[in-house]
C-alpha cells in the first residue's frame, strides 16, 4: 500500500532563509478550518500514513542498531534530555500534581534548546533551527502548567515530520519504520520517565470514554504493525502482560502501570475496541479517524501549535484530509458521541485561554 501514499514534499535548504518563523495562528474554530485545509496538515497527514504503512507487519526491534545516523543522533538527544533528569531530582512537596523540579527541567531545555539542535544539524541545516525549535520545546509537556498530553505528542511527531520535509531525515521505508520502532517508543519512555519523576498532571482527558490521558499516536501506529495478520486478535490486549514488540501493546502495558482497577471502567473506550471491532484493519482505520477529530479538530490542542515557515499556514490544499469524516471505529456498541465539553489536551478544561507562547 506504500506506493498509494503521496510522496512528502521537500523544502530545499536555500528556501529556508526566505521563510517566516512558526508563530501561533489558531484562535478560532474557524482558524482550526483554515489550518485543515492547508498543505501543512496535508503534509502531517501524508507523513503519518508514510509511518504507519513502513511497519505493518514489523515489531519493535530489540535493538536499535543498524540505524542511520540522522536517527541515531536523534536518539542520542533524547538520551541526553533523559540525563537531566538525573540530575535534576524532584523536590520535596505536598502538591498532588506537578512537581516544581519540572519547572527547572525545562529552563533548561529552554537554555539549552539551540545548542542541543546544534548538535543534532550538520552546519548546513543551521538555518532550520528557528523553525523546529518551538515544536522541540513544546514536546514534552508544559513548563508552566506542569502536565503533559497529545497536543505536547503531536508537537513531537510536527518536529519529526520539519526533519523529514528538509531531509535531514530521509521519507523511506526503512528510515520511516526507524522513526516509528527506535525513536518514537524512545521518546514514549523519556515522557512516562518525566511524567512519574514529576508527577505531571495529564493535560487532557475525556473521562472515561477517553481513549488514554496523554498519548494517541503509539496506539496508531501499534494497531498498524498488527494491520494486516490474523494471529494475534484485538482482544489479546485484555490478557496481559504484553510482550514490548508493539506500540499499542507498550500503551496498554503503560496504562495497567499508571491506573488501578478494572481495565473496563478506567479504560472503556480501549476495551470497547478490544472486544467489538473485528480486526486490527479496522482499528488502524478508525483511530486516524478519531485522532483527527479529537485531537487535530479540537481548538484546545491545536491553538497551541506555532504554524508558518516550514508548516505553511495559508496555502490551502483540498486533500488535505487523513480519512472520510465518519464515525470512528465500527463496534458491536457503538461508541458514545464526544462530551460537549472536552478538556484540551495541552490547556485546562474550563477556559480556553488566548493563545501564548508555552
Keep these: 500500500m506504500t506506493g498509494q501514499i503521496a510522496d512528502l514534499r521537500q523544502i530545499p535548504l536555500a528556501d529556508i532563509p526566505a521563510l517566516d518563523t512558526p508563530t501561533l495562528k489558531i484562535q478560532t474554530d474557524d482558524d482550526v478550518d483554515t489550518w485543515r485545509r492547508s498543505r501543512s496538515y496535508q503534509d502531517y497527514a501524508i507523513f503519518l500514513r508514510r509511518l504507519n504503512e513502513a511497519v505493518v507487519g514489523h515489531d519493535i526491534p530489540e535493538t536499535g542498531s543498524g540505524q542511520s545516523k540522522a536517527i541515531e543522533q536523534i536518539i542520542d538527544i533524547l538520551n541526553l534530555l533523559d540525563s537531566w533528569i538525573d540530575e535534576i531530582p524532584a523536590q520535596a512537596s505536598p502538591q498532588r500534581f506537578?512537581?516544581?523540579?519540572?519547572?527547572?527541567?525545562?529552563?533548561?531545555?529552554?537554555?539549552?534548546?539551540?545548542?542541543?539542535?546544534?548538535?543534532?544539524?550538520?552546519?548546513?541545516?543551521?538555518?532550520?533551527?528557528?523553525?523546529?525549535?518551538?515544536?522541540?520545546?513544546?514536546?514534552?509537556?508544559?513548563?508552566?502548567?506542569m502536565d503533559y498530553g497529545t497536543g505536547h505528542e503531536t508537537s513531537f511527531a510536527l518536529f519529526l515530520l520539519c526533519l523529514a520535509l528538509t531531509r535531514f531525515i530521509q521519507p523511506s521505508p526503512h528510515e520511516e519504520r526507524a522513526i516509528v520502532l527506535v525513536v518514537f517508543p524512545r521518546y514514549l519512555s523519556?515522557?512516562?520517565r518525566l511524567q512519574d519523576v514529576y508527577n505531571l498532571e495529564p493535560a487532557g482527558s475525556h473521562g472515561?470514554?477517553?481513549?488514554?490521558?496523554?498519548?494517541?499516536?503509539?496506539?496508531?501506529?501499534?494497531?498498524?504493525?498488527?494491520?494486516?495478520?490474523?494471529?494475534?486478535?484485538?482482544?489479546?490486549?485484555?490478557?496481559?502482560?504484553?510482550?514490548?514488540t508493539?506500540?499499542?501493546?507498550?500503551?496498554?502495558m503503560r496504562i495497567h502501570q499508571v491506573k488501578h482497577g478494572p481495565?473496563?471502567?478506567?479504560?472503556?473506550?480501549?476495551?470497547?475496541?478490544?472486544?467489538?471491532?473485528?480486526?486490527?484493519?479496522k482499528v488502524n482505520t478508525g483511530l486516524f479517524k478519531m485522532y483527527e477529530a479529537e485531537v487535530l479538530g479540537k481548538r484546545v490542542v491545536v491553538q497551541h501549535i506555532?504554524?508558518?515557515?516550514?508548516?505553511?499556514?495559508?496555502?490551502?490544499?483540498?486533500?488535505?484530509?487523513?480519512?472520510p469524516p465518519s464515525r470512528y471505529i465500527a463496534t458491536s456498541n457503538p461508541l458514545p458521541p464526544p462530551a460537549t465539553r472536552i478538556r484540551g489536551t495541552m490547556g485546562p478544561p474550563d477556559r480556553v485561554p488566548p493563545p501564548r507562547a508555552t
Design 246 to 252: 508493539n506500540l499499542y501493546f507498550l500503551s496498554i
Design 263 to 281: 481495565f473496563h471502567e478506567h479504560s472503556s473506550q480501549l476495551h470497547s475496541i478490544a472486544t467489538g471491532v473485528p480486526n486490527w484493519g
Design 190 to 192: 523519556l515522557c512516562w
Design 98 to 145: 506537578g512537581n516544581l523540579a519540572f519547572r527547572t527541567w525545562g529552563r533548561r531545555l529552554e537554555q539549552e534548546c539551540d545548542a542541543v539542535l546544534k548538535s543534532l544539524l550538520p552546519p548546513e541545516y543551521g538555518p532550520i533551527i528557528p523553525h523546529i525549535k518551538p515544536y522541540l520545546l513544546t514536546s514534552f509537556g508544559s513548563f508552566g502548567r
Design 208 to 244: 472515561v470514554w477517553g481513549l488514554d490521558d496523554s498519548s494517541f499516536l503509539g496506539y496508531i501506529f501499534g494497531s498498524g504493525q498488527l494491520r494486516d495478520q490474523t494471529r494475534i486478535p484485538v482482544s489479546a490486549v485484555l490478557r496481559p502482560p504484553l510482550p514490548p
Design 306 to 323: 506555532p504554524l508558518g515557515g516550514l508548516l505553511e499556514w495559508g496555502t490551502t490544499s483540498s486533500t488535505a484530509n487523513f480519512t
